[in-house]
């Protein structure tokens, strides 16, 4: 008597790679594909707002740099592409690689919800173990919808929730010094 067992399939940076260039944002998550449409307007919009804010200050201060939609390519078998990045200017260029990829984690990273459980499932578990593994110091989740952010921090070896912040709160953070965003305005 024989057992059957079902062989996952594991995809990999040179899967992608093959995919067809359609629109769609293709991602690696322990060798697990997710495929995401192109998001809403709402959708970047706030990721517009949000990158706007931290890249003002980032301007300001010279502590960093912003960007949106970097792919960070941490193995072969795990690679994403975050809405919005922020990386403080001495480690930049420790996660650099020689084509200029991201391929470590960057202090900050932001994901803005997008509609569907399976996306926000996604968001909310899936990256957020990815992120924790990595090194990620703040995750913020942003949801639109709701008009709200939500605030990863590192404890130890995971991110935790710390607060969860409303239109008439304002965003800052311990590893921003003197950055201050209205969360209303992320939203508008």
Request: aromatic share 8%.
């Amino acid at each position: 008597m024989s057992q059957g067992t079902e062989e996952r399939v594991r995809w990999t940076i040179a899967d992608i790679e093959l995919l067809p260039d359609n629109g769609n944002r293709y991602e690696i998550i322990d060798g697990d594909l997710f495929v995401t449409r192109a998001p809403n307007w709402k959708h970047q919009r706030s990721c517009t707002k949000i990158s706007s804010a931290l890249d003002q200050w980032s301007e300001l201060t010279g502590l960093g740099e912003t960007v949106q939609t970097p792919g960070i390519i941490f193995t072969d078998a795990d690679n994403v592409i975050p809405d919005v990045v922020w990386v403080s200017k001495e480690r930049l260029p420790m996660l650099l690689d020689e084509a200029g990829h991201l391929t470590d984690a960057p202090e900050l990273v932001i994901e803005v919800l997008s509609e569907g459980v399976e996306n926000q499932r996604r968001d909310r578990e899936v990256k957020l173990k990815l992120y924790a593994s990595r090194g990620v110091q703040e995750y913020w989740i942003l949801d639109w919808r709701l008009q709200q952010v939500e605030v990863y921090r590192r404890d130890k070896a995971l991110l935790k929730l710390v607060e969860t912040l409303f239109a008439a709160d304002e965003l800052t953070s311990p590893m921003l010094p003197d950055f201050v965003c209205p969360v209303s305005r992320l939203f508008v």
